[in-house]
């Protein structure tokens, strides 16, 4: 059973700017805060934001990350969106969605809190 599928990445180019969306499942949503994360290629998974269950609450990573990327959630469509704004080239990566344990103002603290990753998503920013 599928618990979280992304999907909106596509080639862009720098300075443009990309919605992604996070369709979960009901339980999740109601149960974890939940958060984005990404992947270069060769490098580790990286934390980028996360949005508690109200939707009020929202962290970002330290970093270029900050005044670019917004996070929300409609509940309605059990579903969680990143806006990514002023896209740069190292934005390149595979971005994921997944519940975490804790959001809160340390992104090294937002675990996967079931250890499920679905297929992410490509965002490839270039001229």
């Known amino acids: 059973q599928v618990q979280v599928a992304e999907s909106g990445g596509d080639l862009v180019q720098p300075g443009e700017s990309l919605r992604l969306s996070c369709t979960a499942s009901?339980?999740?949503?109601?149960?974890?805060?939940m958060a984005w994360f990404r992947q270069a290629p060769g490098q580790e998974r990286e934390a980028v934001a996360c949005?508690?269950?109200?939707?009020?609450?929202?962290?970002y990573a330290d970093g270029s990350v900050h005044g670019r990327f917004s996070i929300s959630r409609d509940n309605a469509k059990n579903t969680i969106y990143l806006q990514i704004n002023s896209l740069k080239p190292e934005d390149t990566a595979t971005y994921y969605c997944?519940?975490?344990?804790?959001?809160?103002?340390?992104?090294?603290?937002?675990?996967?809190?079931?250890?499920?990753w679905g297929q992410g998503t490509q965002v490839t920013v270039s001229s």
């Open positions: 997944a519940p975490v344990v804790v959001c809160n103002d340390y992104s090294s603290d937002w675990k996967n809190a079931n250890g499920y």
């Open positions: 009901r339980n999740i949503l109601d149960t974890y805060p």
């Open positions: 949005i508690r269950r109200s939707g009020v609450t929202v962290r």
